[in-house]
């Protein structure tokens, strides 16, 4: 599609602009249409449900820049490197030196932030609701006054959503308001997992670790099996952006309104029926050699503080533009948000740029980031 009605490959615009100057040939740039405006100019109903079926993320809105490929894909195989303490441990190590590295540094957990005002000396107040963490789950402790703190600087690591809520003038000049409200949007997500005694999927005729389906499972992973006694083997049965508002219909079902922060859930007899007649389909397995699961869960990211699983740039802004002013909203404040949201070098769904955030910061405290 990009070859065959697009500028792509007669432009000469350098390689790392391409993606905000390339145009259809009616003239019109990527990044002023959603990838489902092209679809629709340019390919048949069968090409695009093809697409829609075999595609591992489904949001169709996100401006089509996000699309643009300026080079071949590649034949080589990705050679893949894992943590092998599990991801956690990034964040975990982080912020272990961060805490060795002086004893000003400090961490306070459950800290709601909810506003800052400049005060006449320049310096900021910070307004924090306390709230408490039982069992994973976090939920403001009512009738308890608001913890005061003072800063000279101040950075937002927090989420889109939340900066949208926050209660600071920076972030309601009509420009950043925009780009908060208008230039990304969230996108809901959600997995689940079941647990099992054997790997009974294994035995599948088309047995295969991963799985796309056109089913509201949509990606359908083998988790392994536990090395402890007895085994466990954990299945990821869904793994989906698209069709959440029908497994938020089966949540609430079986939990009642969820209409709070909370995102993990156990997993009820509806939504594990559902699952293993999509899953005998999948594995071509009969029904009845599919046991119950001993254990289920499912979590998904549509609430607050997060709005979403990540978020996808919208027709109509140039990234590296919102992305330079959202990093320092207002020019005379020392205010800096730092948060993936919209980050412009890669997608929000990857952490990397979450990283890549900071090091954009980093200049304004006199730092260089390494290369
Ligand atoms: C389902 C899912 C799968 C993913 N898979 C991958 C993957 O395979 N690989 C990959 O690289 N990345 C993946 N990501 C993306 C990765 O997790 C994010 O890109 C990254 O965590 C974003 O970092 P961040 O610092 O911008 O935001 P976050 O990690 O969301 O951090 C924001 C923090 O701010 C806190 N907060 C929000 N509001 C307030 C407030 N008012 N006061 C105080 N605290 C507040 C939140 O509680 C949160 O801890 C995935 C994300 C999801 C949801």
Known sequence: ?????????????????????????????????????????????????YIRDTASFLDLGVSASAEVMTSPPSQEEDEVSTVTTGFGSIPEKLLETFLRASRRHNIKLNHHLKAIKKMRN?????????????????????????????????????NRLSLENLNWKGLYQPHIREYITKAVKDVSAGKFFLAYNFPWWRRSPVYSNYAISDTPLKQTYDFGTSKANPTKSILLPMYNDGDIPYWNELIEREHGNINNSDNVFSVGKEIVKVTERYLSA???????????????????WQNYPY?????????????????????KPSKKDDVFVAVNAFSSRSLSYESNSALQVVELIMPYFGLKSKE
């Open 1 to 49: 599609m990009f070859q065959n009605y697009t500028d792509v490959l007669t432009t000469t615009v350098p390689e790392d602009a391409k993606q905000f100057y390339i145009k259809d040939v009616d003239g019109l740039e990527m990044y002023k249409q959603s990838i489902n405006s092209l679809y629709h100019k340019f390919l048949s109903s069968e090409a695009q449900n």
């Open 122 to 158: 320049g310096n900021y107040n910070l307004y924090f609701e306390p709230t408490i963490t039982r069992n994973g789950r976090t939920s403001i402790i009512k009738n308890k006054p608001f913890i005061k703190k003072c800063a000279k600087k101040v950075i937002l690591a927090v």
């Open 307 to 327: 709005g979403g699983a990540w978020q996808l740039w919208m027709p109509g802004y140039i990234w590296p533009d919102v992305e330079r002013q959202m990093t």
């Open 282 to 300: 999948i594995y071509r397995l009969p029904l009845k050699d599919i046991p119950p699961p001993i254990n289920g869960i499912i979590s998904y």
